[in-house]
């Protein structure tokens, strides 16, 4: 019976256009994008939902993907256990309602360079590592849930 009834629930958000992934999504409002990039540390911690363009998606795993406001191109990533949830390769430019936790990342200069080259292999992407000189700081959401329109 719970699978018959997964199944509708599935046929009726393809049939509506929708492309549900991961936990069902709980919040009831979304947090501009800017407004997070603008201020990410009153929000690292906190369930935040996001809703915007999808810019970009690791075309290896599906592990992440990159959503873009915009008015402003601000973006946020928004990153998964490999495996978890699978973001389609094919949604770039189409709108994403994203949700989880706001994470901090801090990394030395050469794990970011390591980061770097490993997200260039990944998508079969050059990269130039000269640009990274020093240690960075990176904020995205460890997604749970998102929905593709």
């Known amino acids: 019976m719970k699978l018959i009834l997964s199944l509708f629930i ?6 509506a256009g929708q492309t549900k992934l991961g936990k069902p999504l709980a919040l009831k409002e979304t947090t501009a994008i800017d407004k997070l990039v ?3 540390e009153a929000y690292v911690g906190k369930t935040v939902q996001v809703k915007g363009t999808v810019r970009d ?21 928004i990153k998964v256990k490999e495996g978890e949830i699978v973001f389609p390769k094919d949604a770039p430019g189409k709108t ?9 990342i801090e990394m030395t200069k050469q794990q970011a360079i390591e980061a770097a080259l490993h997200e260039a ?7 130039d590592t000269s640009s990274i000189t020093s240690a960075r700081t990176i904020y995205q959401i460890q997604g749970t849930g998102a929905v593709i329109l």
């Open 96 to 104: 994403a309602i994203a949700e989880g936790k706001l994470v901090k």
């Open 38 to 40: 603008a201020n990410p």
């Open 10 to 15: 599935m046929l009726a958000a393809v049939a």
């Open 57 to 77: 998606v690791c075309q290896k795993m599906g592990c992440w993907m990159e959503i873009a406001d915009p008015a402003s191109g601000k973006a946020i990533r």
């Open 121 to 127: 292999r990944e998508n079969n992407r050059k990269v």
